[in-house]
């Protein structure tokens, strides 16, 4: 079953509105996760990492007051887009390590649509 | 940047085998390499890993060169449902890891 939920799926708003997206992990705690965008036909790019309890390390060239990330949870980390614009329409998926076998292993979630007009 | 080099895309037919190769000639004694997959406007789905030695699962084999330079994923028997793009992540045994995803191979699978 599915190990890391996201929500929205998909969210259409108008131009400079804020839009959170959530991501949960279901049925284990996450003290890490991770927020990707990814833009048509082009690979994920990773935005940044969320820590349960403490600020989020932004990967160069994120806009760390743009994109608010809240991690106040082991099973909730939120993606808040302020005041979106056209350019900020992408696919947003987060995921989270989880201990498996004796290995760490990356789960995703299924992805936020986001168009924003 | 990535770790990994992998073809932008392949063509298979149908009941064929799909072979997607990945580069990773940086990989550390520590690392092992893992398979993603990705159908189209989805969250990537983990296929396989392996350290050393090959692997198979229900999914698909793992077939590592014993310099563990580079491996290849094999879908024994690809269908219209395997079109998807495939990731070659390397990463530490232990601790959480970020990814950085590289290009990826674009796989279609024709009827």
């Known amino acids: 079953g599915a190990v890391v939920s996201q929500h929205p799926s998909r969210v259409i708003c108008k131009s400079g509105t804020s839009v959170k997206i959530e991501c949960r992990s279901l049925?284990?705690?996450?003290?890490?996760m991770f927020w990707y965008r990814q833009f048509p036909k082009k690979s994920l790019m990773l935005m940044a990492t969320?820590?349960?309890?403490?600020?989020?390390?932004?990967e160069q060239g994120v806009e760390k007051d743009k994109f608010l990330i809240n991690h106040a949870s082991l099973t909730l980390s939120t993606l808040t887009v302020t005041s979106a614009h056209p350019e900020d329409s992408s696919f947003y998926i987060c995921?989270?390590?989880?201990?498996?076998?004796?290995?760490?292993?990356?789960?995703f979630g299924p992805g936020t649509r986001l168009t924003v007009l | 940047d990535a770790k990994t080099t992998q073809p932008p895309s392949m063509d298979c037919a149908e009941g064929r085998a799909a072979n997607l190769p990945c580069n990773h000639s940086?990989?550390?004694?520590?690392?092992?390499v893992y398979w993603y997959r990705q159908i189209h406007s989805q969250g990537p789905q983990y296929i396989i890993h392996?350290?050393?030695n090959n692997e198979t699962n229900e999914m698909a084999s793992l077939i590592i060169t014993e310099d563990r330079k580079s491996s290849t994923l094999i879908l024994p028997h690809a269908t219209l449902r395997d079109t998807a793009v495939y990731y070659c992540?390397?990463?530490?045994?232990?601790?959480?890891?970020?990814?950085?995803f590289g290009t990826g191979t674009r796989l279609k699978v024709l009827a």
């Open positions: 995921s989270t390590d989880r201990r498996r076998e004796g290995l760490n292993e990356q789960f």
């Open positions: 049925d284990f705690q996450a003290t890490t």
């Open positions: 969320s820590n349960e309890g403490s600020k989020a390390t932004y």
């Open positions: 940086t990989i550390s004694g520590n690392e092992y």
């Open positions: 392996g350290l050393k």
């Open positions: 992540i390397v990463r530490p045994t232990s601790g959480t890891y970020k990814y950085i």
